[in-house]
């Protein structure tokens, strides 16, 4: 029986959670603060913790990094407000499975606890083997849209896949890099081999050369038995190293002779293993200032960067939401076993015109939701969550202090005329900043310092 922690400082929210749970199949219990769930978590063992973002002594960030500490398999649900949209996928950068948003629906809290779950029992499985095993099973239809910067992509994959060479993706959050990378592996010479992927910035840093490299028993305190790394796993295969500048700097001097000599040592372990494996990195962040920085090792990023791959988010590709919303569809009627056959014309402007913070992620909950709350066979704006049929709510926040301050006088009308301009040129652009920047005369740097300065957050 699988056991789950619920972590919400409302005691009904728990108290219904764990009822619907228990009834469900599952050992669930519960906490209504960070402290009293962590001391749960020192002395018990969870395959899974639901929690709340907005907690009275923490927030789901730090709380989220506690827990990977203490148990590194334990998935994490982040339950958030919509208008939160931007922080859960923070959540997901540090490791979160996914997240639901209020209001709660129990199918659908069913499902994302299922599916996280069942993924953290494949990938500890995974990381078990000690035989390469085939992984062409089970693969799934790759979509790239239509749009020319999908098509510039499509193009990239099929020129890089045959070869050996290393490969950096570079994309927000959400955007889809474990799917291309899965597609550069599934169209090379190893498609027969493992794919394994890794997200640098969920493992705790003093477990991560653990993680990479495996270690022997007694190597450190916790190490009871031999343990195989990913470079081992992955042998003859592709390893996918997500967040990549995520990896703290003494494991990227291992990294480093790894790509160099092709050879691993476990930790405890004086002996070397010699592997065949592809890397392919991917990062929402900017390695070169990072390498300027000193964040990041110059030689490595040389070593990794003989091809780049960059994804747009897809509000600057809105031709290719409505190709995702219909693949997404499919896949949600036959998760939900269910049989919704279209969107309303209302629905898709709704979803072509909004913003997509989360890009593909974020898109992907809200037709699963859709479908979820549909009992027709049409997707309404009824059945879309608030913030999209009125995304005023989240594009245009705007501080108490700005919105108040100085509305009396010279100074606080010309603020508000200004800010009202920017936010109209916005609209007009689809939220697109370059385009936006342009219609207004001023470079991205100025728009970006005008958006900070009058709280405007897109």
Request: proline letters at 3%.
């Amino acid at each position: 029986m699988n056991k789950i922690l619920i972590i919400d400082d409302d005691k009904d929210i728990c108290r219904l959670l764990v009822r619907f749970l228990t009834k469900n199949g599952f050992e669930a219990e519960s906490a209504i603060t960070g402290d009293e769930a962590l001391k749960l978590l020192k002395v018990n063992q969870y395959d899974l913790v639901l929690s709340d973002y907005k907690l009275p002594d923490a927030n789901g960030v730090e709380l989220l990094r506690k827990i990977k500490i203490l148990n590194p398999n334990t998935a994490v649900i982040i339950i958030t407000g919509y208008s939160d949209i931007k922080i859960a996928v923070e959540a997901l950068r540090h490791g979160a499975y996914d997240y639901v948003t209020k209001p709660l629906y129990p199918d659908e809290i069913l499902l994302k606890i299922k599916e996280a779950i069942n993924s953290e029992q494949v990938i500890i499985a995974k990381s078990k083997e000690t035989k390469k095993r085939p992984n062409t099973a089970n693969r799934k239809k790759f979509i790239y849209g239509h749009s020319p910067q999908a098509e510039q992509v499509q193009k990239h994959v099929d020129l890089i896949a045959p070869t050996d060479m290393s490969v950096i993706i570079m994309g927000e959050t959400g955007t889809g890099k474990e799917f291309i990378a899965k597609a550069v592996h599934e169209k090379s010479k190893r498609s027969d081999k493992p794919f394994v992927a890794i997200d640098c910035g969920a493992i705790p840093k003093d477990l991560a050369g653990s993680e990479l490299f495996g270690h022997m028993k007694g190597a450190f305190t916790g190490a009871l038995a031999d343990k195989q790394g990913s470079f081992e796993v992955a042998d003859g295969g592709t390893l996918f190293l997500d967040e990549i500048g995520n990896l703290s700097y003494d494991n990227q001097i291992k990294l480093l002779r790894v790509l160099q000599e092709r050879k691993i040592k476990r930790l405890g372990s004086n002996k070397d293993i010699s592997i065949d494996v592809r890397v392919i990195v991917a990062t929402n962040e900017n390695l070169r200032e990072a390498v300027r920085d000193h964040k990041f090792r110059e030689d490595i990023y040389h070593r990794l960067n003989e091809f780049k791959i960059e994804l747009s988010p897809l509000r600057e590709r809105p031709e290719d939401v409505l190709v995702f919303a219909e693949h997404f569809l499919k896949v949600a009627n036959d998760s939900l076993d269910k049989n919704v056959q279209s969107f309303s014309k209302a629905t898709q402007d709704k979803l072509t015109s909004y913003y997509w913070h989360g890009n593909l992620r974020e898109l992907q909950n809200v037709i699963k939701r859709a479908v979820l709350l549909c009992d027709q066979d049409v997707i309404k704006p009824e059945h879309l969550p608030e913030e999209l049929v009125h995304p005023e709510f989240m594009q245009m926040s705007v501080s108490d202090s700005v919105r108040n301050e100085g509305d009396e006088n010279l100074k606080g009308a010309a603020k508000n005329a200004q800010r009202a301009v920017i936010l109209d040129a916005l609209k007009k652009a689809g939220y697109n900043k370059t385009k936006a920047a342009k219609a207004l005369n001023i470079d991205r740097k100025t728009l970006y310092n005008k958006l900070k300065a009058y709280d405007i957050s897109i």
